[in-house]
């Protein structure tokens, strides 16, 4: 197969590792994006050197413009051109509406939403003129469902779905596929840090009754960025077991 570059935002946490680390798998150069303020990188670099990883990390906001001006810029100097984007960063600020205030929703907005402009604005006219090129958004079950308490996250999260479905008609003839995933509760250490009783009353929830594996988004991100999912673009994948049928 073809060496492709691949870049992924939110590279280092739970989703994100397992993207990489599939990716890479597959056969493809990872370029890890990661916050400035992520503490734990060398670690994670180390790590990942022991399992057998060999990636090229960049750091910036995904919230700013010129950082991501940045860190496309030292990704293409260190791999090569982009040629998969994997844009998963994302964080939450859960508030009810009534007590949410402006910098919550703010934030959440600029970081999951914003970023994919930001991000793909770098990549997305180099991948037209190539021919090739493939972005995958994750989303969310709740940008699909809604969630109470997340009004600014559910807003952000489809928002990524109506981005990508209005790219994907732009550069459907370009060879160029935008296409998101949407997960469900994947069993990262964020989420496997819940109080026991309530991560039980979150799987009782799910009908395939267990969480999704972060390999399973890996898996996913694979296909959608192989030879063979070149025909597939502005779609949603809803991987969540069973949880919210669309």
Request: charge should be neutral; proline fraction near 2%.
């Amino acid at each position: 197969m073809t060496q492709r570059v691949a870049l992924v935002t939110g590279a280092m946490g739970g989703i994100g590792t397992a993207v990489c680390q599939e990716l890479a798998k597959a056969g493809h150069k990872v370029v890890a994006s990661y916050h400035p303020q992520f503490d734990n990188k060398d670690e994670w670099l180390a790590e990942q050197k022991a399992a057998g990883f060999d990636f090229i990390a960049v750091g910036g906001d995904v919230s700013s413009l010129e950082d991501c001006q940045k860190m496309v810029a030292e990704a293409e100097a260190a791999a090569g051109p982009v040629d998969i984007l994997v844009n998963n960063a994302g964080i939450t600020r859960d508030r009810m509406f009534a007590k949410m205030e402006k910098d919550q929703w703010d934030a959440v907005i600029s970081t999951n939403l914003t970023s994919l402009f930001n991000m793909t604005k770098q990549v997305s006219a180099k991948m037209a003129e190539r021919g090739w090129g493939r972005i995958i958004n994750i989303a969310s079950v709740n940008g699909v469902k809604g969630q109470a308490g997340q009004t600014n996250y559910s807003a952000a999260k489809a928002g990524v779905i109506g981005f990508s479905k209005a790219l994907a008609a732009e550069l459907a003839a370009k060879g160029v596929t935008v296409n998101v995933i949407a997960p469900g509760y994947i069993a990262t250490k964020m989420v496997m840090a819940i109080k026991p009783e309530i991560l039980q009353t979150i799987i009782d929830g799910v009908p395939m009754k267990r969480l999704g594996k972060p390999e399973e988004m890996g898996a996913a991100c694979v296909y959608l960025a192989s030879e063979n999912g070149g025909f597939m673009t502005g779609a949603t994948l809803n991987i969540n077991g069973g949880l919210y049928y669309q």
